[in-house]
């Protein structure tokens, strides 16, 4: 136990050296050292959660009635565009979505098997199930029906929720600079973090709108009284104007939609008011400037969310792919939607279900007094394992501040981050971190107390001590992974600092500490142990 | 140089002559917990509840009444003011509001605009908000993880011991655990997520006492098949004794050096962990070893099955 070859002294003195290495730039940051520490030395630095950095977190939901509904619009896009380049081209009519299904009829009985052959194209198979993504059946005979299926439902989900993530991170940090954790969290959430941001409602305002931009053409067949009434023709909708202030009957078919943007930024008209500018792609470019061309003095609505932002009159084509889009926004109402719409639409609607924000000088005081508490408490139990140990407890205080170092110089390398309940952590894993040295102290003790020689008894101390220690430790193991598995941001930061402390103090107990003493055995001879 | 010696060498306490003592007053205390826990109840925090929670310090000590007024005059809903670690900082408790999202925002920001009004020099610190069907899902996974904590815990300790060690170490978290409840029903601090992260913890080290004691027992019992199980277990919680005061009352003085200087935040966390040492030290001695007795373990619990069953073996 005692015969520590010259190779292990070095692994350990290596990787307790590592260890402290990792932990100096966390301890040195904010101070005049921080800029003389040489740049090719580690740099990383603990990273603080947000209770102690303060800032905003939000946990966000899909909205399963708008995922199923937006696939539903997508898939009623797909059906049509297809069916009228279908050659001979395939009328349909009668399309609704009530019920959570797709429903139409083909104007001609003899072309359903074609149109039924059309879509089957649409549809794809999930995963190795052997099942589409959706059920195309045919009613009436004349009818045609298509039902998403639920391994199909949830597909489009994850791939939703994938692309929601992104969207999430561009409207938030559009520059790709700041500091932000924006993470898929189980089936249908997304967990944001913005750090140093205390008003959250800017930043759900941004999450807060789909931004799905359509432009229809309105529908002036329509009958204003039957509009009131919700009702509007075949082939048209009726839709809410934005400002609440009635509503407008628009064709059901989209003439371009804001998939086709590559640009969109806050402007202002030749009046001053607030717009949005924004810049379609080639084949979006292509399409606008067709239908407005065809449609020279006509209106056609601008439409936001289900929601008509306006309905201008096209005066002429508008052939450069560049348009403006009004409805009484202000400067910042503008950007955010030109921010949004530049991120893309979210593939569903996000509901926020937790909020948390906490403000920077509670985290400072936080910070302030943890590291006060911890210093102190440090040496409240370093003068506890003097008075109790004598030279042994100098091995075990040297022991516990490596040990503390090394769960900062860990913390720093993994960067998982510091949180409030972490300190508390921290200070729990000092107090118990010399455990193990206790154990093995304790049996020394009492092993020279049933007659064994000096190197006997510390020999047979370490041997007999390891067992409990092991047990002991995997206890806690246990719980502080049952803590990680189940807990959220602040808890999770406390159990990763107990297993690190778990894991550091064992290390420096049996290895640190007992090198330490197999030295000063090796050199002194002793033949008297104060213990 | 004298070294302290907090326990002398070669104690002889006879621990297990009280245990039936000890016993009686274990379950009393967490009769008394429990239903302490049923009558008055938790102060749940908007994690477990849902709702809306603002922090905020105020510059000087102010009229919590008339916050109070000022609060339920906005309109927000039954407000629920409590003070939360200093004289000048207090948590402002608001119901989850009807309207859905848009109104919980109203109802935080116009708290918010009030606040920075009426006191000059007061800052909001936090503002949480919690949906209901989170508050649920965190309480269901707060319970479920302190069940699985104590569960897993003991099965380990029943594959590393035996049978008899595993259902000690699952009553003694029982007990440790209850009493914990039972002070929060008594005290009306707020239980909140970090509290649970307090409970792991107290499960996690109030068996780290238990584990050692119980890893002498199984030592003496090889060595000495022939002892009783009584001075058995006396002898093994004598010679753990030192070991057990030294480390309970390290970790102790760490706690209450981050409780008297620690943040105010994680005042709850630290008093409960605080505690839970304390009971888990009694506990260990006091449940986990006469658990054995009751339990039945006998002197030859841990010889091989094969050397059990040979005539004349060292038992016979």
Known sequence: ????????????????????????????????????????????????????????????????????????????????????????????????????????????????????????????????????????????????????????????????????????????????????????????????????????????????????????????????????????????????????????????????????????????????????SIKFNTSGARRFGRVTQENVNKPFAIILDEKILSAPNINEPILGGQAQISGNFTVETANQLAISLASGKLPVKLNVIEERTVGPELGKDSIQKGTIASIVATLAVILFMLVTYGRFGVYATAGLVVNALMILGILAIFGSALTLPGIAGFVLTIGAAVDANVLINERIREEQRRGRKILDAIETGYKEASTAIFDANITNVIAAALMYYFGSGPIQGFAVVLMIGIVTSVFTAVNFSRMLVAIWIKRKRPRVLHI | MKLLKLVPDNTNLDFMAWRNVALILSIIATVASLTMVGVLGLNLGVDFVGGQMIRTTFAQPIDVDQLRSRVSSLGVGDAAIQESGGPTTYQIRLPKPEGGEAAANRAASRVRGMIEQSYAGARVDAVETVSGKVSEELALDGALAITLAMLGIAVYIWFRFEWQFGVGALVTLFHDVSMIFGFFAVTQLQVDLNIVAAFLAIVGYSLNDTVVIYDRIRENLRKFRKMGIIPLLNLALNETLSRTIVTSLSIMLALTMLLIFGPDVIFGLTLAILLGTFIGTYSSIYISAPMLIWLGLKPDSFLQVDERNVPGGQEA
Not at chain 1, 90 to 99: A, K, L, P, R
Not at chain 1, 192 to 210: F, M, N
Request: no cysteine.
């Open chain 1, 1 to 276: 136990m005692l015969d520590f070859p010259r190779w292990k002294i070095w692994a350990v003195s290596l990787t307790v050296a590592a260890g402290i290495l990792f932990a100096i730039p966390s301890l040195i940051a904010g101070t005049a050292l921080a800029e003389r520490w040489p740049a090719w030395l580690p740099s990383a630095k603990i990273s603080l959660g947000l209770d102690l950095s303060g800032g905003s977190q939000l946990l966000l939901e899909a909205d399963s009635a708008d995922a199923s509904k937006q696939r539903l619009a997508a898939m009623e896009d797909s059906v049509t565009t297809e069916l009228r380049r279908a050659q001979p081209r395939i009328e349909v009519g009668d399309i609704s979505t009530t019920g959570g299904r797709l429903t139409f009829m083909v104007r001609d009985p003899t072309k359903v098997d074609a149109a039924v052959e059309k879509l089957r194209t649409l549809t794809q198979p999930v995963g190795l199930t052997g099942n589409r993504d959706w059920e195309v059946t045919v009613v009436d005979s004349t009818r045609i029906m298509l039902t998403p299926t639920p391994s199909g439902s949830a597909r489009a989900l994850k791939d939703a929720m994938t692309v929601a993530r992104d969207v999430v991170r561009r409207r938030i940090d559009p520059q790709g600079t700041k500091e932000v954790t924006v993470i898929n969290q189980g089936l249908r959430r997304i967990l944001v973090q913005v750090p140093g941001v205390e008003d959250p409602e800017a930043l759900k305002r941004l999450i807060g709108q789909t931004a799905r931009l359509e432009f229809k053409l309105v529908d002036l067949t329509a009958d204003p009284q039957q509009v009131l009434e919700g009702r509007a023709p075949a082939g048209s909708q009726v839709l809410p104007l934005a400002d609440g202030t009635g509503a407008m009957a628009v064709r059901r078919r989209v003439m371009v939609s804001g998939d086709q943007l590559v640009d969109a930024r806050q402007d202002f008209d030749q009046d001053g008011q607030p717009v949005v």
